[in-house]
């Protein structure tokens, strides 16, 4: 059974910085692309950024791009999202997701995990 479990939310001020993990377990995820969405109340989920397993090549949405860093330990199975000079913009639920097509779009990724609050205050 494939799960996916986020950690590191939480509350914190503009300009602070969180780090997310997504922990993978029953399947390898080699050949897979992780990716890290997020909703926001009353929008839609919306692409954040993805690696690819393989070789750890990231690709970034134009509004996090030179704040967020996305990277992968192969030997934990575990990705993560440094989240640097965040703003309240940002606040939302984040979600991690594998698939094995990538893209930026949420309907192309086949696992989930359950979400992890951000919230940013001003």
């Known amino acids: 059974q494939v799960q996916l479990v986020e950690s590191g939310g939480g509350l914190v001020q503009a300009g602070g910085s969180l780090r997310l993990s997504c922990a993978a377990s029953?399947?390898?995820?080699?050949?897979?692309?992780m990716g890290w969405f997020r909703q926001a109340p009353g929008k839609e989920r919306e692409f954040v950024t993805n690696i690819r397993w393989t070789d750890g090549i990231g690709y970034y949405a134009d509004s996090v791009k030179g704040r967020f860093t996305i990277s992968r330990d192969n030997a934990k199975n575990t990705m993560y999202l440094q989240m640097n000079s965040l703003k309240p913009e940002d606040t939302a639920v984040y979600y991690c997701a594998a698939s094995f097509v990538g893209g930026a779009t949420a309907n192309r990724y086949e696992y989930w995990g359950q979400g992890t609050q951000v919230t940013v205050s001003s």
């Open positions: 029953g399947r390898t995820f080699s050949g897979y692309i």
